[in-house]
């Protein structure tokens, strides 16, 4: 690339990025970063706009409502956006805006999806609602980080694509989804349009958080799937439990159970699997949906029954499926008088580390460096939950994700953004994408 030599533009990259390996930065890429710094101000007002808006996954007026405002942005910037509506799939809808590219003589626009998600974890009567500015640096808000900020990056990004005269160079589709959080059901219509768009882009680039850190990004996550286990045993009276009759009831198959998964599995790297709900006695319901349970017994009856529901977390299909295996056997071993089924739902797929993504993550990490923001690695995957860009990574040669606005104690009512990494990470944004044109 061609380097900078001119006094002048020295300065001017001192003066908006502070940094004496700045200087590595050609012109075109000087002028971005410039048309990021002087568009700080209305990417800030964009995120207040949108954090004071409640936009939790079940108010379907405000997923929409927010949705609407990135869709204008994005139609400023010669985007063609329509909405998705989710009755299919019982949620608000999803945000879709396209803008191709021209190709030359020499090759064609590289074809690149951005990911980001309009619903927040925040419903319409939670404790924190607005926007509020802590000090120059923090500032808190439903939502802000995960991941209306992102958002906000992806619409500022690519302004200053546009600004510089090279969007035209790129073919780019946006999803903003409406579910990331609650995800919608059937799976596979709720994430029709992440696949779509995937098995159409040669690069995705997902605008999560992360971990939090900008010192990372995530090139893998671990896929998520719903476990349901349900135990009958045979009821009697509580002096009779260990009786060759009778047996010992649903509850201690139950722990043998849950104890087993622990035993057996908990020492497989990046595998983890947790009960998160449970009730047992004569009666016992669960409702997976609500997340509410029920249940009715005595000190002295042994327990009939016995339900759990909880999560397993896996880094490759091949990972999952082991585990599974084994969750299934675990089951299947009963106590004397009791019986077990283990069920599973569909869930978010992984995203299995790849040559291809280390390899995205190599021309970010370079892109920070002469930026002056420090080197970037990849994340540990047990520090980052599933998320839209899993259902899109397989197909797509190159991905990323944990390139937005970062902070910490998100789905929490302390959700913390670092106001100042605003800034900071849509120039790491836009610097990768120009970068991706010549890579």
């Known amino acids: 690339m061609m380097k900078i030599t001119s006094g002048i533009f020295a300065i001017l990259l ?98 690149i999806l951005m990911i980001g998600h309009l619903d927040t974890v925040f419903s319409k009567d939670s404790a924190v609602q607005k926007y509020i500015e802590i000090d120059d640096t ?112 649903a509850i201690y198959e139950t722990a043998r159970i849950l104890n087993s998964f622990r035993t057996q599995l908990s020492n497989e790297p990046n595998l983890t699997f947790n009960p998160g709900l449970i009730v047992g006695g004569t009666q016992a319901e669960l409702d997976t949906g609500s997340a509410k349970a029920k249940g009715y017994g005595k000190q002295n009856v042994i327990a009939q029954t016995t339900k759990v529901s909880g999560d397993l977390r896996a880094l490759s299909p091949q990972q999952q499926e082991k585990a599974k295996k084994a969750m299934r056997k675990i089951v299947a071993n009963h106590l004397p008088h009791t019986s077990a089924t283990i069920t599973f739902e569909p869930g978010y797929p992984p995203m299995e580390p790849s040559d291809g993504n280390n390899k995205l993550l190599k021309i970010y990490d370079d892109a920070s460096r002469d930026l002056g923001f420090g080197p970037v690695k990849a994340v540990d995957p047990r520090r980052a939950g599933a998320a839209d860009i899993s259902f899109s990574a397989k197909h797509v040669d190159m991905a990323i994700d944990g390139l937005g606005l970062m902070g910490h104690s998100s789905h929490t009512d302390d959700e913390t953004a670092d106001i100042r990494t605003l800034a900071s990470q849509t120039k790491r944004a836009v610097l990768l994408m120009y970068r991706l044109l010549n890579r």
């Open 14 to 111: 001192f003066s908006h990025i502070g940094v004496a390996n700045a200087v590595t930065l050609n012109r075109v890429e000087a002028q971005m970063v410039k048309q990021v710094t002087d568009d700080e101000p209305k990417a800030r007002a964009l995120l207040k706009k949108v954090v004071n808006i409640n936009s939790g996954s079940m108010n379907f007026e405000g997923v929409k409502k927010v949705g609407d405002i990135f869709a204008h942005e994005l139609k400023q910037l010669g985007f063609s956006t329509k909405w998705i509506d989710g009755k299919a799939f019982n949620r608000s809808g999803h945000l879709f805006a396209e803008r191709l590219g021209k190709a030359n003589s020499q090759k064609k626009p590289p074809k």
């Open 138 to 249: 923090y500032v808190k808000g439903p939502g802000i980080i995960d991941m209306k900020g992102g958002d906000v990056i992806i619409v500022y990004a690519l302004k200053a694509l546009k600004d510089a005269g090279i969007l035209d160079q790129f073919s780019i589709q946006v999803v903003m989804t409406g579910d990331e959080e609650k995800r919608g059901r059937p799976l596979d219509i709720a994430a029709k349009v992440l696949i779509d768009s995937a098995k159409w882009a040669d690069i995705a680039l997902g605008f999560e958080n992360g971990d939090g850190d900008p010192k990372t990004a995530v090139v893998s996550r671990r896929g998520y799937t719903g476990w349901q286990l349900a135990v009958t045993g045979k009821p009697a009276h509580s002096s009779q439990i260990f009786r060759e009759d009778m047996g010992y009831g």
